[in-house]
């Protein structure tokens, strides 16, 4: 019987490497990496400011952001500036 080893893939080595060189942690370099068109230009996604407390609290739940219920809007926008 196979092992089957739970070490996630990098979908865009060549990528990941890059944001790594750059100064990127390893986790957010993967995750940027796995981000499905993650390389195109042209997003379309409002700021920060712009979206509401659970947007944010959501995409910090969906990152694995610590202590993300006890965070005010300002606070969820920092973490999610510097995860």
Excluded: C
């Amino acid at each position: 019987m196979a092992k089957s080893n739970n070490i996630p893939q990098i979908q865009n080595e060549e990528q990941y490497e890059a944001l790594v060189d750059k100064g990127y942690s390893k986790e957010k370099a993967a995750r940027i990496a796995n981000t499905k068109d993650a390389g195109k230009k042209g997003g379309k996604a409002s700021t920060y400011e712009e979206r509401t407390k659970k947007e944010l609290y959501d995409q910090a739940k969906e990152i694995g952001i610590n202590g993300r219920s006890k965070m005010s809007k300002k606070e969820l926008i920092s973490a999610l500036r510097n995860n």
